[in-house]
């Protein structure tokens, strides 16, 4: 697939410029002992991160755009959401290169990416909003927008790129063929349905995206999220970060694609394994008022954070103060994870 307003061919990537990325993100970014809903924006903090991650992660982006497209971009109709989708994009374009003059530049409705080799048109005829979005950002980013329900207003999903998704999807695409004649197979493919619609999040409120999938959220933070979305100043910013363990360094784990890979064992977590985190933001745009969720996503394998001293500190840590609802979420991968990690704990003794 062609990718409109997307230009491979107008310059070459800069690898020297590559080398000079930030590469500290682990200690930047590690696992926060106790993961708050949302905390206030910090002085130095930045909206967009451009690191060592950053070239690789957009050339995998541009990979899955090209062939995952309807899986990975998706929106409701409506004017609304378009006006939100394009003041998204603007402001991305603005921010990086203001942000990181020596990366990007501006050249008419052009902005280059030296780190990329990607000239990405911005201008009212350019790339899909969401497509200039997912290749100038390797955030994933969601468009949240007031929407009446039947108790009132709420902020819903409608329209994002996700093209790191973890084991979620904006609509399901699950097109497996029903099998004939066989109950198991029947009740197997079944089950795989409802795993991917209830996956699906385009149209849904933050309540029902997290309804039956993570009592934490509900039980503690649930009621209170519209109203502070609704109470966001425009132009405010807010973050957040979570933390899980990975059987493999995989960052698009659409479940419409990707399979429920089973937990490791503890030496499976020593040889092979990943701990992902997700450094998110919220920003309320301007002019439309949209909210848009930003995910940085890291993976980190675990055999290299636990020689990272502080890193390794930050998730014997968060282990430590995992909240009793959110160790049910992960009941199935958490024991053989934490025997893992109790090998580490001698070095903190010694």
């Known amino acids: 697939m062609t990718l409109h ?56 982006r541009h990979r899955l755009l090209t062939s995952r497209f309807r899986f990975v971009i998706d929106r409701l109709a409506g004017e609304a959401v378009r006006q939100a989708e394009l003041e998204l994009r603007d402001e991305v374009a603005a921010y990086l290169p203001a942000e990181y003059p020596e990366y990007f530049r501006r050249d008419g409705d052009l902005i280059l990416s030296l780190l990329t080799g990607l000239a990405i048109d911005v201008g009212p005829d350019g790339a899909d909003p969401l497509v200039a979005v997912a290749l100038l950002a390797s955030e994933d980013m969601l468009l949240l927008l007031p929407s009446q329900r039947e108790t009132g207003m709420a902020y819903t999903l409608q329209s994002g790129a996700l093209l790191f998704p973890n084991g979620w999807s904006l609509r399901s695409r699950f097109s497996d063929p029903q099998p004939q004649g066989d109950p198991q197979a029947l009740a197997a493919w079944q089950a795989r349905r409802r795993r991917s619609e209830r996956a699906a999040r385009l149209g849904k409120t933050p309540y029902e995206i997290h309804d039956g999938h993570v009592r934490h959220y509900i039980e503690q933070f649930a009621a209170r999220v519209d109203m502070f979305f609704a109470r966001m100043q425009p132009g405010m910013r807010t973050w957040r970060r979570n933390w899980g363990m990975k059987p493999d360094g995989e960052l698009f784990l659409h479940p419409d694609v990707v399979g429920e890979a089973p937990a490791p064992d503890a030496d499976g977590w020593a040889e092979r394994g990943y701990l992902r985190s997700e450094h998110e933001t919220f920003t309320r745009l301007p002019r439309s008022g949209a909210v848009v969720f930003g995910i940085k996503t890291y993976l980190w ?31 199935d991968s958490l024991p053989a994870f934490r025997q893992f990690l109790e090998r580490y704990r001698p070095d903190l003794r010694g």
Do not use: C, H
Request: hydrophobic share 45%; no cysteine; glycine share 2%.
């Open 301 to 331: 394998k675990l055999s290299e954070l636990m020689s990272n001293p502080p890193a390794r500190d930050a998730l014997l840590a968060a282990n430590d103060s995992l909240a009793p609802a959110m160790a049910e979420y992960r009941a």
């Open 5 to 60: 307003g997307i230009y491979t061919d107008r310059f070459a990537e800069n690898e020297e410029l590559a080398e000079s990325l930030r590469s500290d993100d682990m200690e930047r970014f590690r696992a926060v002992p106790l993961t708050v809903m949302i905390n206030a924006w910090e002085p130095g903090l930045q909206w967009l991160l451009v690191d060592r991650t950053y070239p690789a992660q957009i050339r995998y």
